[in-house]
């Protein structure tokens, strides 16, 4: 876990935009089967 913290800078905006684009579209998944 203390990796966490030093990953998360590591992070380029590239991934950091794919992480989010991945989770915006599971939560719409969950919202439509909602």
């Known amino acids: 876990m203390k990796n966490m913290r030093n ?3 590591g992070l ?5 935009l794919i ?3 991945i989770i915006g579209i599971i939560i ?3 919202v ?3």
């Not at 380029?12 to 950091?16: A, D, G, P, Q, T």
């Open 7 to 9: 990953g998360l800078k």
């Open 19 to 21: 992480t989010v684009f």
């Open 28 to 30: 719409l998944g969950l």
């Open 32 to 34: 439509n089967v909602l």
């Open 12 to 16: 380029s905006f590239i991934e950091v």
